[in-house]
C-alpha cells in the first residue's frame, strides 16, 4: 500500500497518507487506539472499501482488489 486515504462521506478521515508493504511469508499486526483505522485499513486491503487515495500492490504491481474472494485469490488475509 502506498499514500492510502480514506474519508468517509461525514468528513471523518479513517486513513491518511498510510505506507504499508509486507514481504510473503511475513506475519504482521496492526495495532492502536479505537477509531485509528486500523478495521478501515484491512477493509481496503480485502476489496471491502475503497480508497479515495493511493495505490495497493501486490508483488511490485498495482492491483485493485474489488472483493474478498479477489484478495484471497491473491493470498491474501
Do not use: C, R, W
Amino acid at each position: 500500500m502506498k499514500g492510502i486515504t480514506k474519508i468517509y462521506s461525514n468528513g471523518v478521515v479513517a486513513n491518511k497518507d498510510v505506507d504499508f508493504s509486507v514481504n510473503y511469508g511475513e506475519i504482521h499486526a496492526v495495532m492502536g487506539e479505537n477509531g485509528a483505522g486500523k478495521s478501515t485499513l484491512m477493509k481496503m486491503l480485502f476489496g471491502i472499501e475503497k480508497a479515495d487515495k493511493g495505490q495497493i500492490f501486490f508483488e511490485g504491481k498495482p492491483v485493485t482488489i474489488g472483493s474478498p474472494a479477489e484478495a484471497i485469490a491473491l493470498k491474501i488475509g
